[in-house]
């Protein structure tokens, strides 16, 4: 008998990594306990922790690391400062990492961590204080061979740097790999910091490829101008893309005739808002998100494609920078509309292939050339972009079931192969 014993999920983005896993589960015909193995986190950690501030006052914080599969090798998966952090948020990606490792192919679990805070609001000391604190906290369950944090949303290299000199401190040597996407300077790897959308850059010009558009010229819009979407948006107006929209959290700016990409980037850097930024008319992130172009790329947050705004969206791909911004109930309604989605756990994959290297890299005491980084990422996402694409074609499924059948099979197979224990 099986029997249930996690609460039913709360947040929206449960919903969606559910509602995903669970078709791509009818479609494999998988059995009950298998999606009951599935479909929970193995490992859930909450810690609530005190941060000594600037001002003398403790500050009481929570944060959580969730580990959700090691079917296929250690667990792996950034690690998000937000306000909007919860364990549920960080359940449902969690096992985003899990097919995402499992879909290219790289020999991981899949896991999330995160705090919540807002980390504008610290002092440079405070962030500090922080990391090394989580880092204590959650250091019972992380290390090389265990789980490897990499940044995500509100995290960077220094982050990471902290993190692993915090575990490394402890342990009395320097544990390199105990985290990815750290400083080069401290054992992280040439490419990591510009490989998810370098990543994404790969999948554009396979998707243009594939469905027979012309790159040069094909108009792109992009929303999110952090490092995930800033960097896609230069590399592909450096490969003859036309990139005509960008927006940060706040608002964005449009330009039809096309941006100069590069004169923006200080705005990703220094975070000043793109609404007070030269060279283009200003548009709402919903805005953005209703242009006509050839690719949109969601760079930012979950959920931002929906019901109640599918209906405006016009572009003819969306490939998905961020992890779940399409709800299941707007996939839909882009695959009856014939707007091609390539799903987030394909899509930008690029950073955990990247974090894969640096993690290898660590291990063995020995760096690569940054071209070898670069080529090696090719390799592996477009390998796995045709793998996507054969399965689509072989089932007659959207590329989003496509991965999803992929991943999850492969993480099934392994859990099969090694058996119920004891
Ligand atoms: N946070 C990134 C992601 O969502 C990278 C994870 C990693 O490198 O482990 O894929």
């Not at 999948?203 to 960097?231: C, D, H, K, N």
């Not at 959920?303 to 779940?324: L, T, Y």
């Not at 309604?333 to 989605?341: R, S």
Request: proline share 5%.
């Amino acid at each position: 008998m099986v029997v249930e014993t996690q609460a039913e999920p709360a947040s929206d983005a449960l919903k969606t990594a559910l509602a995903q896993f669970d078709a791509a589960a009818d479609c494999l015909g998988l059995d009950e306990g298998m999606r009951m193995v599935l479909r929970h986190c193995k490992r859930e950690l909450a810690v609530h922790f005190p941060v000594r501030m600037d001002n003398g006052t403790i500050g009481e914080f929570t944060g959580y690391r969730v580990q959700h599969n090691l079917a296929r090798g250690p667990a792996k998966g950034g690690l998000r400062y937000n306000l909007n952090v919860s364990l549920d948020e960080v359940r449902a990606l969690a096992m985003w990492m899990t097919w995402k490792s499992a879909v290219v192919n790289i020999p991981y679990g899949g896991a999330k961590g995160g705090v919540i805070v807002n980390p504008k609001q610290l002092s440079v000391r405070e962030l500090e204080n922080l990391t090394r604190r989580y880092a204590t906290e959650i250091s019972i369950i992380i290390g090389p061979n265990e789980d490897i944090p990499a940044p995500d949303m509100g995290t960077d290299a220094q982050v990471m740097a902290w993190i692993m000199d915090t575990i490394s401190m402890h342990r009395g040597y320097t544990e390199a790999g105990v985290v990815t996407g750290k400083p080069v300077s401290a054992g992280g790897t040439l490419g990591r910091a510009e490989a998810t959308g370098r990543g994404l850059l790969y999948i554009v010009q396979e998707t243009a490829r594939q469905f027979g558009v012309p790159l040069q010229g094909a108009t792109v819009a992009v929303q999110g101008f952090g490092s995930v979407g800033a960097v896609a948006a230069q590399l592909l107006a450096r490969a003859g893309a036309k990139v005509v929209a960008v927006s940060d959290s706040g608002r964005g700016i449009y330009n039809e005739q096309g941006l100069d990409v590069d004169a923006l980037m200080p705005c990703s850097k220094d975070r000043s808002p793109l609404s007070e930024a030269p060279g283009g008319d200003h548009v709402t992130n919903g805005e953005l998100l209703a242009l006509p172009v050839d690719f949109l790329i969601p760079a930012a947050l979950e959920g931002q494609i929906h019901e109640r705004n599918v209906d405006s969206v016009r572009a003819r791909f969306i490939v998905e920078g961020a992890n779940g911004p399409t709800t299941p109930e707007a996939d839909a309604i882009l695959a009856d509309k014939g707007i091609f989605v390539v799903p987030d756990i394909l899509a930008n994959a690029g950073g955990v292939i990247v974090s894969y290297f640096e993690w290898v890299q660590d291990l063995q005491f020995y760096f690569w050339e940054e071209g070898e980084v670069n080529d090696r990422l090719h390799r592996v996402i477009t390998r796995a972009f045709r793998d996507v694409v054969a399965m689509a074609e072989q089932r007659g499924v959207s590329l989003r079931e496509a991965a999803m059948l992929l991943g999850v099979n492969r993480v099934v197979e392994a859990t099969r192969v090694r058996g119920i224990y004891p």
